[in-house]
């Protein structure tokens, strides 16, 4: 169907093309810039194009594409490096240069790669739809490849060896065909069987986070931080080092030479829980500052849906962004174009009910073939003028389980990761705990309660001695004061550049018994009279 231009403001394009649908994708102009349906208003249809729309003009074509907006799922999408659309940066460079010419639809994964298919099911097995039929491997992941389809069905053939990724896997005695590559729209959450409890700690190496705010597999922690408070630091040191299957990092509406940067790191480094390249576990989606709006709201859709597509197969998916505002402000901007009735500081009334429904899509779940998968998110928040109370930080908060709050007078100290331990929390701690106290030390939760203690001591002392000066303090109050700083400066500061910048749960528990002890031992010998210079 073909239709043509009758419209432009901006990135917003009015369209006559009878039969489209709503979120339905279309490509507008002669250069075919990719955009989708936002709204349907009598004969004319209004489309956002996700690409600059300069020079584009009145009357020139516009083609239905017959589907929302999807992503192609298969294998070769790890270490794979993707735009707002998912098309892959590095062929987009290869064919077009390094200024990529825009209206360039490509297919995010190189289907005339052969791959080696071993079936787990066979001729004459009964199928469930997302039962998995066989897997072909993707670096040190198994990469399974599940049937499609409504009911139950039998098998009348299954690949066994070399297959092509455009080929079938295996064929249903209905003749129905399984390929090892689909479609997904990305605004449509994946199914599963269940959904289950978060489970079990993240280990991200960050004592601070680790220790006194835990994330959970399958939980969402939020990273609000004003300018230069080291979010994009701290997300992607977590992205380097934590402990999850896979990767999926979003560089939404940041600085271009970060994830520049960022991806020239990854492909050096090797990941330190398996020694194999770190990029093999990772997926990378830029959005930055300098492409197109649009496409950047749209990119965190596609990058989830690939997230799910592997916790689909029983994986730990982590996935990353940052940051969620420069997301919100795309919505906003969107939004203001179809001149939708402006909410809190502008942003659209629905702007609190779409972050809680994408953050829903984190968690455990079972899929669908029985498997136990899990989707955690971690996602930073940038706050202008380091105000919390701003709508997307408290919408952020509101869906949230762990509130990592970076803190400006902090990170002005140098004091990183900022996060302030007062205003932080996690509802996660319950479910993590146990599991340090069974693998690292019975004392994990003591030593937290004692940390946390010392630290509100430290603050109430710091009033006082503000009246009374550090004079006026008794020897253990002192003490306290003595502690508490190192607790600070030694255990909660972490640099990034350095060895430290992770901490295995057995170093971390080690850095705060050592402090304690000192404290318990210190504490001893005062009571026995000596002097705190002494000690
Ligand atoms: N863990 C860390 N260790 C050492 N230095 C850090 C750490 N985290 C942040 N920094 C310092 O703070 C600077 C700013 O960090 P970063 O770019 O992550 O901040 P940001 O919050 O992302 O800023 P923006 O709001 O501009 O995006 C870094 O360049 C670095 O010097
Ligand atoms: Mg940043």
Request: proline share 4%; hydrophobic share 40%.
């Amino acid at each position: 169907m073909t239709g043509k231009v009758v419209g432009i403001s901006g990135s917003t394009v009015y369209v006559d093309l009878k039969g489209l649908k709503l979120l339905e994708r279309v490509y507008v102009g002669h250069r075919m810039l990719a955009g989708e349906v936002v709204r349907l208003d009598g004969e004319r249809a209004i489309v956002q194009v996700y690409e600059d729309t300069r020079g584009l003009g009145m009357n020139e074509p516009v083609k239905a594409g017959g589907a929302p907006l999807t992503v192609r799922l298969g294998p070769g999408l790890l270490s794979g490096m993707f735009d707002g659309l998912q098309r892959p940066l590095e062929k987009l460079r290869d064919e077009t240069g390094p200024f990529i010419r825009i209206g360039k639809d490509m297919r995010a994964l190189d289907c005339s790669a052969v791959r080696r298919f071993v079936p787990l099911k066979r001729k004459g097995d009964e199928v469930a739809p997302g039962e998995n039929i066989g897997f072909v491997e993707e670096g040190a992941f198994r990469h399974f490849i599940a049937a499609g389809g409504r009911s139950q069905k039998r098998l009348s053939w299954t690949a066994d060896g070399e297959i092509s990724l455009e080929g079938p896997v295996g064929v249903f005695e209905d003749g129905e065909i399984i390929t090892a590559c689909s479609e997904w729209p990305v605004r449509v959450q994946r199914p599963c069987r269940r959904r289950l409890p978060v489970s079990g700690p993240i280990v991200t190496g960050q004592r601070s986070i680790d220790f006194l705010f835990p994330l959970a597999r399958g939980g969402t922690a939020v990273l609000p931080g004003g300018f230069g408070t080291g979010k994009t630091i701290l997300e992607q040191s977590i992205a380097k080092l934590a402990d999850a299957d896979i990767v999926v990092y979003v560089g939404c509406g940041e600085r271009g030479n970060e994830m520049a940067e960022m991806i020239e790191e990854f492909l050096d480094l090797k990941d330190h829980w398996t020694g194999r390249p770190l990029m093999e576990r990772t997926i990378l989606v830029v959005n930055t500052s300098n492409m197109p709006v649009a496409a950047r709201e749209a990119s965190i859709y596609t990058a989830v849906t690939m997230a799910e597509y592997y916790r689909d197969m029983g994986y730990h998916v982590l996935f990353l962004a940052d940051s969620l505002s420069r997301w919100a402000e795309a919505l906003r901007e969107i939004s203001s174009s179809l001149e939708e009735m402006p909410g809190e500081e502008g942003y659209p009334t629905y702007l609190a009910s779409r972050l809680s429904s994408f953050i829903q899509r984190a968690g455990v779940v079972e899929t669908l073939s029985g498997a136990t998968g899990s989707l955690s998110m971690v996602l930073s928040v940038s706050p202008p003028g380091a105000d919390f109370t701003e709508p997307v930080t408290q919408a952020c908060l509101r869906a949230g389980g762990a509130f990592l709050m970076l803190d400006t007078s902090l990170a002005h100290k140098r004091h990183f990761p900022a996060i302030n331990w007062f205003q932080s929390y996690s509802l996660y701690s319950k479910d993590t705990i146990e599991v340090y106290i069974e693998k690292v030390s019975a004392r994990w939760g003591t030593l937290m309660q004692r940390c946390r203690e010392l630290l509100q001591k430290e603050q109430t002392l710091l009033e006082v001695s503000e009246i009374v000066g550090i004079e006026g303090l008794q020897d253990a109050d002192r003490l306290v004061m003595r502690v508490a700083g190192m607790i600070r400066t030694e255990f909660l500061a972490q640099n990034a550049y350095t060895e430290d910048a992770f901490s295995p749960p057995e170093k971390t528990c080690a850095v705060i018994t050592r402090i304690l002890d000192y404290y318990d031992d210190a504490s001893g010998r005062l009571k026995q009279g000596k002097g705190l210079e002494e000690i």
